[in-house]
């Protein structure tokens, strides 16, 4: 199974931009790169997800690389509420088309 | 918009007590995943079922049966409850198709003693 490698934690400012790194070098062709993130005491949220191009959403944009070894989740304005842990999960398991979650980052946002 | 519910939210059990947690969702979605969380830790797939009438196991099945009852509900059921088995349960949805993105529950939090 391709893996991803997330940075622990970050600290960002409010109401500055974010960009949350996930390198996954052993990615394959047809792997899609999927962002959740998970708030305190609460479930997983569907963030984005992408294949080779960037995509963007009302939550948040998703650069990937040209040779699709890492990706980048930006939010353009974090807020107290983007305070969570963020998940880099590439493609689905076969068959199941279940996630499959690692650590993540935790992203802490001051005021 | 209720999207998936949980039930209970929270629960203590004695070891080898039985329980089964529900899960219900109403965006007439095919799949259903139960999912597992220890603490400081990512989910790990318990169960899954593609379809209505079809359930499979997942990473860590082992301690844990579940039914689709309907297209709606899918149930997670411990016959005899571990301390091993304390952990947030959630439960998600998706619609066929690949990638298409799993919408989840708030969770049960199961506590065995």
């Known amino acids: 199974d391709a893996k991803t490698t997330q940075p622990n934690s970050m600290e960002s400012n409010e109401e500055e931009p974010v960009h949350l790194p996930c390198n996954h070098s052993?990615?394959?062709?047809?792997?899609?790169i999927h962002w959740y993130r998970q708030l305190p005491s609460q479930g997983p949220e569907y963030v984005i997800h992408g294949l080779t191009s960037n995509v963007n959403n009302r939550m948040a944009s998703l650069a990937i690389a040209e040779d699709r070894k890492s990706s980048t989740l930006i939010l353009h304005r974090a807020t107290l509420r983007d305070a969570a842990v963020y998940y880099c999960i590439l493609g689905l398991d076969t068959g199941r088309r279940a996630l499959t979650f690692g650590s993540g980052t935790r992203l802490q946002v001051q005021p | 918009n209720a999207g998936v519910t949980q039930t209970p939210k929270f629960q203590v059990l004695k070891t080898g007590q039985s329980m089964t947690l529900q899960c219900a969702q109403d965006?007439?979605?095919?799949?259903m995943y139960w999912y597992r969380q220890d603490p400081g830790m990512g989910l790990r797939l318990i169960y899954y079922?593609?379809?209505?009438?079809?359930?499979d196991k997942g990473e860590v099945p082992n301690g844990y049966n579940v039914s689709r009852l309907n297209k709606r509900e899918f149930s997670l059921r411990l016959e005899s409850a571990a301390p091993s088995q304390t952990s947030v349960y959630f439960c998600a949805s998706s619609s066929l198709g690949s990638n298409q993105p799993q919408h989840f529950g708030d969770g049960t939090r199961l506590s065995i003693l």
């Open positions: 079922s593609a379809s209505e009438g079809t359930t």
């Open positions: 052993t990615i394959s062709g047809t792997d899609y």
């Open positions: 965006m007439n979605h095919n799949s």
